[in-house]
């Protein structure tokens, strides 16, 4: 009887290794079947998806963390303003700040650095434009004139840029670039000073995208998503440096925003988001913008227990003061917590059930994308062979 048993379990357990194995590689299968490497505004499209379904999760899962009438009046749309931020009355000291950026940030797209969508979507759509004129991935530069229409741009982008636009691609396998990634576009906007790096990898049921734009001295920035559909994981960057570049209006800030996600899949399509750990960071400088500030804001939690999201202002070193000169970003302690009691479970803004969320500064301002230990973006994008980061540390960039 216990030989018996002992075959039975062992047929059991090799079954279901085989199913195991099976579902794996139907999985992938079915990945590889709708994402390419070469085709790169699918893959930024698909990961968009996700960051989007995140966002909206926070209202709309049937875990969601917001199912009060209340709670879901306040994460709209319309709570937001086009650059994704909070609308009038919400500010700094509002309770309901925080967490309503971290909805607006990941569910706007302002077509621009302000949002998390925003920070890929230019070179997303230039991508798709590409796609439909033909890449050719031989390693040589080709010139090509791509349409500004609404085959693949939005309003906003043809109002702005229109016309055609004419650009130097070389596209190669692997990236040239970062043999990381097992394809890479670059691109050269003829007369504009724009430089544009996209790759991307397609690995099982993970895929992966990394873009970085380069307009100049102290004007650069980059986007990285990856999206597992086998078990929902998403890990999302945007790094924009600008704060020392002196342009009115585009220049005089940085930008930085991480995100963490657990989702539930239904095969490539995301669901429900389960758990989320989110960082954004905001600082300026004159001569490009009017004058210094800073805010740094983290949300952290599971839709089950609760979502904590929490403020801090850069200041002198006093609280209410603003920040005297650019230095004062270095110093952790000059970052003012707005304290507040919001902490969103399925009934309440003020549960104490979540815990105290994701903490500020407290070793070093690296997520600032400032001062001297922090990674550059230009090294970022050259050095980088994958992400595996589990929840969002402002003490590391």
Known sequence: MKFDSYIVILLSVTCLMIACSKKTEDAAAVVESTYSAEKPSTIMSGISNAIVATG???????????????????????????????????????????????????????????????????????????????????????????????????AKQISEMGGTMTISVTASKPAAFNTYFDAGVELNVTGQNMIFKIATKVSGTKVEFATMEDQGTNKKGLSYGSLDTSDGTLRYETRMERINCTESGSCGWNRHIKIFADLTMNGNTPGDVESVSFGYSNIQSTPGQSGLGGVLVTA?????????????????????????????????????????????????DSAGTCGSGAAGFSSNVNFLLFGPSYTAVSTWFTNFTGATWSAVDVNAD
């Open 300 to 348: 952290s939690g599971n839709l089950t227990t609760g979502i904590k999201a929490r403020l801090w202002q850069a200041s002198n070193g006093t609280v209410n003061q603003i920040p005297t000169a650019t230095s004062d970003y270095n110093t952790p302690g000059n970052w003012k917590e707005v304290s507040n009691t919001s902490c969103y479970t399925k009934t309440s």
């Open 56 to 154: 909206a999760g926070l209202t709309t899962a049937s875990t969601a963390s917001v199912n009060s009438n209340e709670l879901k009046s306040m994460l709209v749309s319309s709570s937001c303003d086009s650059n994704g931020e909070p609308n009038s009355p919400l500010n700094y000291g509002s309770s309901a700040y925080p967490g309503t950026l971290t909805y607006c940030k990941m569910v706007i797209n302002s077509q621009s650095p302000d949002t998390v969508q925003g920070g890929f979507a230019l070179v997303k759509n230039i991508s798709c434009a590409l796609e439909k004129s033909g890449l050719v991935f031989d390693g040589q530069a080709h010139s090509t004139s791509i349409t500004i229409d609404s085959t693949c741009f939005s």
